[in-house]
């Protein structure tokens, strides 16, 4: 169990709050992350890359010049691997990516990865409540009151986010907003700073709770 100040808007602390998530193993924590990580990134593969073969190149239906008598090499067709603008042999075709893993593994993984961020772990209590419309100067503030440079990576997660704050984030090229039980140990990983909503962190706990 972690013990983790609660900040306000302004960003004084407001509080504590307990986070008690179930972790991998030392031993397996390292293998598992890994596996979901490449998981993910297998996911967001659109597997679209397509190439022609020779029975799929249009023309090449004739043969180009006799077989015999030319003293060059036999040819049935100028769509050829062969040749210049032929078929491709063993080019890629669509095809998905996806690889399985149990659930179990992926919420285990994903506590694992959110639990090593505790010290990079920022809570704040009804974060973005006070915008009545969308500005991207008022976020840049608050983090600037947190403490995080609205320059480096950093993610966000709330548990319903508004679309006031969807569209004041949006423009932050560095800042990626996530709601709370679509987490993934990508994200997680990747960024520098971790802001999480007090509302989400109880909605993270409640989703991917120890099984």
Not at 53 to 75: I, L
Not at 83 to 97: A, D, Q
Not at 119 to 124: C, K, S, T
Not at 188 to 194: I, K, R
Request: glycine share 8%; net charge positive; hydrophobic share 35%.
């Amino acid at each position: 169990m972690v013990n983790c100040v609660v900040r306000n808007w302004q960003g004084k602390e407001s509080g504590e709050v307990n986070l008690d998530l179930k972790v991998a193993k030392e031993s397996s924590a390292m293998d598992l992350i890994h596996r979901s990580v490449i998981r993910h990134q297998a996911h967001s593969r659109q597997g679209t890359a397509s190439t022609l073969t020779r029975a799929e190149v249009r023309g090449g239906g004739r043969k180009p010049y006799k077989q015999k008598g030319t003293g060059r090499a036999r040819q049935g067709s100028i769509r050829t691997p062969l040749r210049p603008g032929g078929g491709i042999i063993f080019g890629p075709k669509p095809r998905v990516y996806n690889l399985s893993m149990n659930r179990k593994e992926r919420r285990l993984a994903i506590r694992t990865a959110f639990m090593s961020r505790v010290e990079d772990l920022m809570i704040v209590k009804d974060f973005g409540k006070p915008l009545e419309t969308p500005k991207t100067s008022e976020i840049v503030s608050a983090l600037a009151r947190l403490g995080i440079a609205s320059d480096s990576k950093i993610l966000i997660i709330l548990s319903k986010p508004s679309e006031i704050i969807r569209r004041s984030i949006r423009n932050l090229q560095k800042v990626k907003l996530i709601a709370a039980d679509q987490l993934n140990t990508f994200d997680l990983l990747h960024a520098n700073s971790l802001v999480v909503g007090e509302d989400a962190l109880a909605t993270i706990q409640e989703v991917y709770g120890n099984d």
